[in-house]
């Protein structure tokens, strides 16, 4: 069964710095086949993506924070980041991995992960 599992997150003031973390992991896995990516959710609001990142590398972002985040990925650690720059307080949500893989459709979350920006 492959599990997400996040790290990084907490609180920071506003124009501050957070990478997160996301490890895939479980005894079926085929990394090539599968994109990543991080979504957000904050309160009262629908979750919403923030970015993806292929297999090959490219990766797409939201408006919102675009300049500001970059996602990358270790292939050989199965595990993609989030780098978080320029913090607003509106950036302020529960931030989720998505592991999707594209054979099956089917898609994987992690358990999510707090980010707080202070104003």
């Known amino acids: 069964q492959v599990q997400a599992v996040e790290s990084g997150g907490g609180l920071v003031q506003a124009g501050g710095s957070v990478r997160l973390s996301c490890a895939a992991s479980?005894?079926?896995?085929?990394?090539?086949?599968?994109?990543m990516g991080w979504y957000r959710q904050a309160p009262g609001k629908q979750r919403e993506l923030v970015a993806t990142i292929t297999s090959g590398g490219s990766a797409n972002y939201a408006d919102s924070v675009k300049e500001r985040f970059t996602i990358s990925r270790d292939n050989a650690k199965n595990t993609v980041y989030l780098q978080m720059d320029s913090l607003k307080p509106e950036d302020t949500a529960v931030y989720y991995c998505n592991l999707h893989f594209l054979k099956t459709g089917a898609r994987i979350w992690g358990q999510g992960t707090q980010v707080t920006v202070s104003s």
């Open positions: 479980g005894t079926i896995f085929v990394r090539n086949a599968m994109d």
